[in-house]
C-alpha cells in the first residue's frame, strides 16, 4: 500500500510518520500567499502609508508627546523585531526623539522575560536605542469597570502615556475570536483580576473560535480598551516559516477586522467530513513551547474529529506546562469530567485552559507526542508518547485500520469547518 510521508514541526524540528495513501483525507494548510524576505518591509511600509480609519502615524503624533509601544511577548509569533524598525521610522519623521518612546512587552500573566529575551524579542539595534519594559500586572491604574464587570486596571506607564500604538499577530483564538487588537491592552497589560474576569467570560456563548461578533470576550476587552484608548495598530500575519505574508495598520477596530477577515479567508478550511483520526501540530517552537500555548491547535484540530475518534497531538512543550494553576488542575484532577465541573463551580485563570482540554476529551481520546512526562500531565485522560509512531500505532488500535486521516500541521492557524 502507497504512503504518504507527513512531517509535523516538533519545536524547532519536524517529526515524520507515514500514513496509508488511501487513508489520507487531506493535508490541512493554511493558504499560502506571497510574503517574506524582501516583501515583508514593503507589506508593512505599504499598511503603515495607507492606515485603515485612520491618518498615518507620521501625522497622529507630536514632539514632545510620551509614546508607548505595546508588543507580543515571546509565546507569541508576532515578527516584532521587523515590525519595530518601520514603526520607530514612522515616529522619526514625526521629529519624535527615540528617548519619548517607550516598548511594553505585554505578558498577561505570563513569566517577565530576561533581558537577553526581550532583546532579542524587539531586536538589538531596537533594545540598545529605546526603553524596553516587561508590563507588570502589579503596577495599574483602575479606569472603571466594563458593562460586564470586568475592572479595567491597566498597567500604569501605558495609563500615563500620550500616544499608544499595539503592535500584535492575528490568528485564530479559540475563545477571543481571533487575536490582535486591543487584545494587546486588555488582557496584554491588565491585572490579574482584570484577567481572570475578561477569561471568565470565555464560558458564555459566543465566545468561539473565529468569532467576532456577539464574543462576549472579545467585546469586553474592547470596551475595556476603549476606556483608555488606543491611537494605532500594526498587526501582522505570518506563514509556517513566520515570514510575513500580509499587515494592517490603523484604527483599532477598524483595522482589526481587516485583518481577521484575511485569517478566515487563509484558515476556515471545509472539509466534507471528520476523520477518525487528527494529526495536529501546534506549528512548532514558540507556539508549542509549553502546553498552555500548544492548547490552541488542539481546540481548533477537534473540528475535524469524528466522536470517538484519536487526536495525535504534537507538541514539544520544552518549558513544561507553562502555568502552576493550569498545573495543578490537571494533576490534582481524576477525569475530564470534575475539571469540568470545576470550571462551572469557579472559574480559575489557568484552570480554564485545562477545561478546554477536557472539553476536547469529551469527544475524543488525544494521544500527546511531547517531551513532558505521564506524571506532569495527569490523570484525565491525555494520554502521553515520546515517539508519533508508536502514537499513531495506538490510534489505530482505538479506531482500527481503516481509520481515516486528516492532518493538520499548523495547528494553529487552521480552523477546519466540516460540512453539517
Same mark, same amino acid.
Given at each position: 500500500? /502507497?504512503?504518504?510521508?507527513?512531517?509535523?514541526?516538533?519545536?524547532?524540528?519536524?517529526?515524520?510518520? #507515514?500514513?496509508?495513501?488511501?487513508?489520507?483525507?487531506?493535508?490541512?494548510?493554511?493558504?499560502?500567499?506571497?510574503?517574506?524576505?524582501?516583501?515583508?518591509?514593503?507589506?508593512?511600509?505599504?499598511?503603515?502609508?495607507?492606515?485603515?480609519?485612520?491618518?498615518?502615524?507620521?501625522?497622529?503624533?507630536?514632539?514632545?508627546?510620551?509614546? $508607548?509601544?505595546?508588543?507580543?511577548?515571546?509565546?507569541?509569533?508576532?515578527?516584532?523585531?521587523?515590525?519595530?524598525?518601520?514603526?520607530?521610522?514612522?515616529?522619526?519623521?514625526?521629529?519624535?526623539?527615540?528617548?519619548?518612546?517607550?516598548?511594553?512587552?505585554?505578558?498577561?500573566?505570563? =513569566? /517577565?522575560?530576561?533581558? /537577553?529575551?526581550?532583546?532579542?524579542?524587539?531586536?538589538?539595534?531596537?533594545?540598545?536605542?529605546?526603553?524596553?519594559?516587561?508590563?507588570?500586572?502589579? #503596577?495599574?491604574? +483602575? @479606569?472603571?469597570?466594563?458593562?460586564?464587570?470586568?475592572?479595567?486596571?491597566?498597567?500604569?506607564? @501605558?495609563?500615563?502615556? #500620550?500616544?499608544?500604538?499595539?503592535?500584535?499577530?492575528?490568528? *485564530?483564538?479559540?475563545?477571543?475570536?481571533?487575536?490582535?487588537?486591543?487584545?494587546?491592552?486588555?488582557?496584554?497589560?491588565?491585572?490579574?483580576?482584570?484577567?481572570?474576569?475578561?477569561?471568565?467570560?470565555?464560558?458564555?456563548?459566543?465566545?468561539?473560535?473565529?468569532?467576532?461578533?456577539?464574543?462576549?470576550?472579545?467585546?469586553?476587552?474592547?470596551?475595556?480598551?476603549?476606556?483608555?484608548?488606543?491611537? *494605532?495598530?500594526?498587526?501582522?500575519?505570518?506563514?509556517?516559516?513566520? =515570514?510575513?505574508?500580509?499587515?494592517?495598520?490603523?484604527?483599532?477596530?477598524?483595522?482589526?477586522?481587516?485583518?481577521?477577515?484575511? $485569517?478566515?479567508?487563509?484558515?476556515?478550511?471545509?472539509?466534507?467530513?471528520?476523520?477518525?483520526?487528527?494529526?495536529?501540530?501546534?506549528?512548532?517552537?514558540?507556539?508549542?513551547?509549553?502546553?498552555?500555548?500548544?492548547?490552541?491547535?488542539?481546540?481548533?484540530?477537534?473540528?475535524?474529529?469524528?466522536?470517538?475518534?484519536?487526536?495525535?497531538?504534537?507538541?514539544?512543550?520544552?518549558?513544561?506546562?507553562?502555568?502552576?494553576? *493550569?498545573?495543578?488542575? @490537571?494533576?490534582?484532577?481524576?477525569?475530564?469530567?470534575?475539571?469540568?465541573?470545576?470550571?462551572?463551580?469557579?472559574?480559575?485563570?489557568?484552570?480554564?485552559?485545562?477545561?478546554?482540554?477536557?472539553?476536547?476529551?469529551?469527544?475524543? +481520546?488525544?494521544?500527546?507526542?511531547?517531551?513532558?512526562?505521564?506524571?506532569?500531565?495527569?490523570?484525565?485522560? @491525555?494520554?502521553?508518547?515520546?515517539?508519533?509512531?508508536?502514537?499513531?500505532?495506538?490510534?489505530?488500535?482505538?479506531?482500527?485500520?481503516?481509520?481515516?486521516?486528516?492532518?493538520?500541521?499548523?495547528? #494553529?492557524?487552521?480552523?477546519?469547518?466540516?460540512?453539517?
Amino acid at each position: 500500500m /502507497a504512503a504518504t510521508q507527513i512531517e509535523l514541526p516538533f519545536g524547532d524540528s519536524h517529526l515524520q510518520v #507515514d500514513v496509508p495513501s488511501e487513508r489520507l483525507l487531506g493535508v490541512v494548510l493554511p493558504r499560502a500567499e506571497q510574503g517574506g524576505d524582501g516583501a515583508e518591509r514593503t507589506l508593512v511600509r505599504d499598511a503603515l502609508a495607507r492606515p485603515v480609519g485612520t491618518p498615518t502615524l507620521r501625522s497622529l503624533v507630536r514632539p514632545g508627546q510620551q509614546v $508607548v509601544i505595546i508588543v507580543s511577548d515571546m509565546t507569541r509569533p508576532c515578527p516584532t523585531d521587523r515590525l519595530l524598525p518601520l514603526v520607530l521610522e514612522e515616529l522619526a519623521a514625526a521629529s519624535v526623539p527615540d528617548a519619548d518612546v517607550t516598548v511594553i512587552v505585554a505578558l498577561g500573566l505570563h =513569566r /517577565a522575560q530576561t533581558a /537577553a529575551e526581550l532583546a532579542a524579542l524587539v531586536g538589538s539595534a531596537v533594545y540598545d536605542r529605546v526603553r524596553v519594559v516587561n508590563h507588570d500586572p502589579q #503596577d495599574v491604574v +483602575r @479606569l472603571g469597570v466594563t458593562s460586564r464587570g470586568t475592572p479595567v486596571e491597566l498597567f500604569r506607564p @501605558l495609563v500615563e502615556a #500620550d500616544v499608544r500604538i499595539c503592535l500584535g499577530n492575528l490568528e *485564530f483564538h479559540y475563545f477571543a475570536g481571533f487575536s490582535g487588537g486591543a487584545k494587546a491592552v486588555l488582557p496584554g497589560c491588565a491585572s490579574p483580576s482584570a484577567v481572570a474576569a475578561n477569561h471568565g467570560l470565555m464560558a458564555r456563548p459566543g465566545a468561539e473560535t473565529g468569532r467576532l461578533e456577539g464574543n462576549p470576550v472579545r467585546e469586553d476587552l474592547e470596551e475595556g480598551a476603549a476606556m483608555l484608548g488606543i491611537d *494605532f495598530i500594526l498587526n501582522a500575519i505570518v506563514d509556517d516559516r513566520h =515570514r510575513i505574508v500580509a499587515a494592517f495598520a490603523g484604527h483599532v477596530r477598524e483595522a482589526h477586522r481587516k485583518g481577521c477577515e484575511r $485569517v478566515a479567508e487563509r484558515g476556515a478550511v471545509p472539509i466534507a467530513r471528520c476523520a477518525d483520526i487528527v494529526l495536529v501540530s501546534a506549528g512548532g517552537y514558540p507556539l508549542d513551547v509549553n502546553m498552555y500555548q500548544a492548547q490552541k491547535a488542539l481546540d481548533n484540530a477537534v473540528h475535524a474529529v469524528r466522536e470517538g475518534g484519536v487526536i495525535v497531538w504534537v507538541a514539544e512543550c520544552r518549558e513544561g506546562l507553562g502555568s502552576a494553576t *493550569f498545573a495543578a488542575w @490537571l494533576q490534582e484532577a481524576g477525569s475530564a469530567d470534575e475539571i469540568l465541573a470545576r470550571i462551572e463551580r469557579e472559574f480559575v485563570l489557568g484552570g480554564h485552559k485545562a477545561a478546554a482540554i477536557a472539553a476536547v476529551l469529551k469527544k475524543a +481520546r488525544v494521544h500527546l507526542v511531547s517531551s513532558l512526562s505521564a506524571e506532569a500531565i495527569g490523570r484525565v485522560g @491525555l494520554v502521553p508518547f515520546d515517539d508519533l509512531g508508536q502514537a499513531m500505532a495506538a490510534a489505530h488500535e482505538v479506531v482500527g485500520p481503516e481509520a481515516r486521516i486528516w492532518a493538520l500541521p499548523y495547528g #494553529d492557524s487552521v480552523l477546519p469547518q466540516a460540512a453539517a
